[in-house]
């Protein structure tokens, strides 16, 4: 809950305007080694430079508090801001944001399709042993599960949210928003759309 508080904060203007859609994805779980590190590594350097220079180990014990924060702070913003931003102009898409090499604005009409890009993968788990070294010796293959990708099909290439396949469930309610974003303003996918007449 507290999140999407905090997306709907970080969106700003875009949240606010009925033609714009922010995209902020899940982030990936492997990336989680890092902060562990981070959250135990920060706050103690920060605490034993402080407490070294201003010989005060209270002012060291808030540096280290003041570490944590700012950690916290940039992690939590990183997490909120929009991979990517679809914004409908009459009967024209403008795709822009960290997702696209450069922005793109392309007719409401060359969008064919939005689709999931799924695949079934195997994680592997490392064993719960003492020693860091040994824990991919004794990994085992854990049980399937699907990750997904959002796919925006237009008529001269495919354009993918994210380059790699996330949750399937968060990748799901996304697909799902942006069909609905697209079809409020009038988009219809190239399936349902009535034939030419000859």
């Known amino acids: 809950m507290g999140d999407g508080r905090a997306q709907a904060a970080a969106v700003g203007d875009a949240e606010r305007e009925p033609d714009t859609l922010a995209y902020i994805p899940e982030q990936p779980t492997q990336r989680l080694s ?14 034993a430079l402080v407490s070294w220079l201003s010989d005060s180990v209270g002012l060291g014990v808030l ?18 801001k929009p991979h990517a931003l679809l914004r409908v102009d009459g009967q024209r898409l403008h795709l822009s944001g960290p997702a696209f090499v450069e922005p793109l604005t392309v007719p409401l009409d060359d969008l064919l399709d939005v689709y999931l890009d799924t695949k079934t993968i195997q994680r592997l788990r490392e064993s719960p042993g003492p020693m860091p070294e040994l824990r991919f010796i004794n990994a085992t293959v854990g049980g399937e599960q699907d990750v997904a990708r959002i796919g925006l099909e237009l008529t001269t290439e495919t354009l993918f949210l994210t380059k790699e396949r996330l949750s399937h469930l968060d990748a799901n309610e996304w697909f799902s928003k942006i069909r609905r974003f697209l079809r409020q303003h009038g988009w219809v996918p190239e399936d349902e759309r009535p ?4």
């Open 195 to 198: 034939l030419p007449s000859s």
């Open 63 to 80: 540096a280290g508090f003041a570490s944590l924060g700012v950690h916290h702070w940039r992690r939590k913003r990183a997490r909120t």
């Open 34 to 47: 890092i902060p562990i590190t981070s959250v135990v590594f920060l706050p103690v350097v920060a605490f």
